[in-house]
């Protein structure tokens, strides 16, 4: 290797190390189902705040389950407040921007392009949905159609692990059931 590959290679490892793609400290696969279930009950409890647009989300300690934020979509009052930055807000007020790693945000509806790359940018350990970006254009919601998959892929730094389909029924429900104005 020539002193010019080095440069690269030892730059490239710097920047990366700058990145927030930290490496989650736990795995989703690892945590009990029940476990996740539980985050996204809050999370649905969350949703029923807005009948309309039931997105709800809740992040959590990965390793406790404890609930330290929640948030819901809150597009009537900043039309860039979706469930998961209302979280993600309400959790940086409270604890500052930090520990994302050890974090995973439960949302009740596949995260859109926005949220998606939010929650990359964060560094955010994990992210557990319940409905998909088809259930919620199902159930008349304008929707993108990218996928949180292709989003997250999308990042050549991101280390943001994906959950979908949890209590996928309560969620579609919440969805298919909305009020329509």
């Known amino acids: ?66 609930i330290v934020a929640r948030g819901v979509n809150k597009t009537f009052e900043n039309p860039l407040l979706h469930g998961e930055i209302s979280t993600i807000n309400n959790y940086v007020a409270q604890y500052g921007n930090k520990n994302w790693a050890d974090l995973i945000l439960y949302t009740t509806g596949e995260p859109c392009p926005m949220c998606m790359s939010a929650l990359i940018w964060t560094g955010i350990g994990g992210v557990v949905y319940g409905s998909s970006i088809e259930a919620i254009k199902k159930s008349g919601i304008d929707a993108f159609i990218f996928t949180a998959k292709q989003i997250n892929q999308g990042s050549n730094f991101s280390q943001t692990q994906l959950l979908g389909g949890v209590l996928e029924s309560e969620c579609d429900s919440l969805f298919m059931n909305r009020k329509r104005s």
């Open 1 to 66: 290797m020539n002193r010019r590959n080095a440069l690269w290679c030892l730059c490239g490892i710097g920047l990366a190390g700058l990145t927030r793609g930290v490496l989650a400290k736990t795995t989703l696969s690892s945590i009990p189902m029940k476990q996740h279930e539980i985050a996204m009950r809050a999370a649905i409890a969350m949703a029923a705040q807005n009948q309309s647009y039931p997105f709800g989300a809740v992040i959590t300690n990965a390793n406790s389950g404890v």
